[in-house]
């Protein structure tokens, strides 16, 4: 009967994400610059306008994913292919019941 134990219990792992590829002095910097410029009238980009250019940042940074966007598959595409898959695995199951079962 010593299957559970509520004595040392081990805690879930905690999230820890270290950036790679992430200099804050550098983005603060550039990102001075930028309001700098924007003030100075050199950059035509109003200040209300502005966004960060993060989208799509997270697909560069992984393979499988940037395999997927470059082969032009979309939620949908992958969605569609899970339904596929589920229907022929139903038939299937079907199939094998109707022949081995009846």
């Known amino acids: 009967m010593a299957l559970?134990?509520?004595?040392?219990?081990?805690?879930?792992?905690?999230?820890?994400?270290?950036?790679?590829?992430?200099?804050?002095?550098?983005?603060?910097?550039?990102?001075?610059?930028?309001r700098i410029k924007r003030e100075l009238g050199v950059l035509d980009e109003p200040l209300e306008n502005y966004k960060p250019d993060i989208k799509g940042k997270f697909i560069e940074g992984t393979t499988h994913l940037k395999k997927s966007q470059l082969k032009g598959d979309n939620l949908r595409n992958r969605k569609y292919k899970n339904v596929k898959l589920a229907v022929a695995l139903a038939v299937l199951a079907t199939l094998l019941w109707v022949l081995f079962f009846k």
């Not at 559970?4 to 610059?33: C, M, N």
Request: aromatic letters at 20%; hydrophobic letters at 25%; proline letters at 10%.
């Open 4 to 34: 559970f134990s509520f004595y040392g219990v081990r805690k879930p792992r905690q999230f820890e994400h270290k950036p790679i590829y992430w200099d804050p002095r550098k983005e603060a910097l550039e990102e001075r610059t930028r």
